[in-house]
């Protein structure tokens, strides 16, 4: 019975890696608008964990590193928004990861500026990096992703050009803090699943989206 009780302490399974993949536009040009915010949720989960972005690796802007035991790819696609997919995919394929194991940021317009919510998959809700990824996924778009609201354009504003505006100082106080909430949640993810952890970061998003609808973005 000790040498079975023995062997089998040693038997651990380790842990399976996940691909974060933030979308975005590269470039001066694009830095700090509100499609960008799916690359500044990679560059604030790599900073807190201390990985360094600092190669290409199938058009991506890369690194990789560890949380606990769990290894991590993070990745910054450099093919712009609407061909993200040509990084994600052979980035998952190179990798050969579930797509249950790829993660994808990206900015909602559905959601209040500043608010979040972790899902286990979707649609693309007309986001035509999403579009892309999914394309690239075999038109599988089973995959989870964390959305960042950036809130709708006001009046009839061209909603391209709502996208491709910078945050006013009060949005942009919240999206900081939602970038922290969102490290935060991705840790959590990390060591205790998906499905635990979006049930309870959603929960709390819930909350927040009541406070700070009706807070101004443009």
Known sequence: M???????????????????????NPGDKYKGTRHNVGFEMIDA??????????????KAIFGKG???DVPVFLAKPQTYM?????SAGPLAAYYKLPLNQVLVFHDDMNLPCGV?????????????????????????????RLRIGIGKPPGQMDP???????????????????????????????????EVSAKRFNKEQKYKHLKVQTLPVW
Not at 117 to 134: A, M, Q, T, Y
Not at 169 to 175: C, L, P, S
């Open 82 to 86: 609407n061909l993200s997919g040509e």
């Open 116 to 144: 979040l919510r972790l899902n286990d998959k979707g649609g693309h809700g007309s986001h035509k990096g999403l579009k892309s990824v999914i394309y690239n996924f075999r038109d599988n778009s089973e995959f989870p």
């Open 45 to 58: 989960f790599a900073e807190s964990q201390g990985i360094a972005m600092d190669t290409v690796h199938c």
């Open 66 to 68: 560890f949380v606990g």
């Open 2 to 24: 000790l040498s079975t009780l023995t062997k089998r302490s040693f038997c651990t399974v380790a842990p399976r890696p996940w691909l974060f993949v933030g979308l975005g």
């Open 160 to 194: 391209k050009a709502f996208l491709l505006q910078k945050f006013n100082v009060t949005a942009r106080q919240r999206i900081d803090e939602a970038l922290q909430e969102g490290v935060d949640a991705l840790k959590l993810l990390l060591f205790i699943g998906l």
